[in-house]
């Protein structure tokens, strides 16, 4: 199985700051990797697919990128709703594993 | 509008079953692969099965393998999750979500709400 990791696990930022989430494969998935945003209570929310490219209403502030094994997920300047856990997700090879998660919390 | 919801959670003795379904709407239903992602309380998102759109594959988490079976009827646009020889470690809110049929990469994009499992005696 594929295991992913994510770091850091959580951080602190405020509103308006660039935020940056690195996500690990422990092999190659390509680009079939995906980035998702909970917040409490809340089912997950997709972000980005194939790495890189921007879920349909999804804010340009998200971005993603990477192949391989590296990944990151950037906002460009955070904003109050982007408070919350990212996850990122392979879906090259079944089980499609999901890293640990990155909480967002405010400064 | 997409909609998926689910229902069938509950309270389960370990070693016993349950079962879980996910209704679907505002999509055809038949084209879609649908999976099950669990989480349990305070922890984060742990991928448990899922099923290709006319139910002929599967596949499965390593943790529920041979304790589990998701089926699909594609008639009553609903996919079930068939929980058995539950354990505390199984506690969690289920999950069903819809594979974007965009490209090959097989992202989830639309979820439903979850339901609530707790295996206790």
């Known amino acids: 199985d594929i295991q992913m990791t994510q770091s850091p696990s959580s951080l602190s930022a405020s509103v308006g700051d660039r935020v940056t989430i690195t996500c690990r494969a422990s092999q190659s998935v390509s680009i079939y990797l995906n980035w998702y945003q909970q917040k409490p209570g809340k089912a997950p929310k997709l972000l980005i697919y194939?790495?890189?490219s921007l879920q349909s209403g999804v804010p340009s502030r998200f971005s993603g990128s990477g192949s391989g094994t590296d990944f990151t997920l950037t906002i460009s300047s955070l904003q109050p709703e982007d408070f919350a856990t990212y996850y990122c997700q392979q879906s090259y090879s079944a089980p499609f594993t999901f890293g640990p998660g990155t909480k967002v919390d405010i400064k | 509008e997409v909609q998926l919801v689910e229902s069938g959670g509950g309270l389960g003795q370990p070693g016993g079953s349950l079962r879980l379904s996910c209704a679907a709407s505002?999509?055809?239903?038949?084209?879609?692969?649908i999976h099950w992602v669990r989480q349990a309380p305070g922890k984060g998102l742990v991928w448990v099965s899922r099923i290709k759109s006319d139910g002929s594959y599967t596949s499965y988490a390593d943790s529920v393998k041979g304790r589990f079976t998701i089926s699909r009827d594609n008639a009553k646009n609903t996919v079930f999750l068939q929980m058995n020889s539950l354990s505390a470690e199984d506690t969690a809110v289920y999950y069903c979500?819809?594979?974007?049929?965009?490209?090959?990469?097989?992202?989830?994009?639309?979820w439903g709400q979850g339901t609530l499992v707790t295996v206790s005696s």
């Open positions: 505002g999509f055809t239903f038949s084209s879609y692969w």
């Open positions: 979500a819809r594979e974007s049929s965009v490209g090959q990469w097989q992202p989830l994009d639309y």
């Open positions: 194939a790495a890189s």
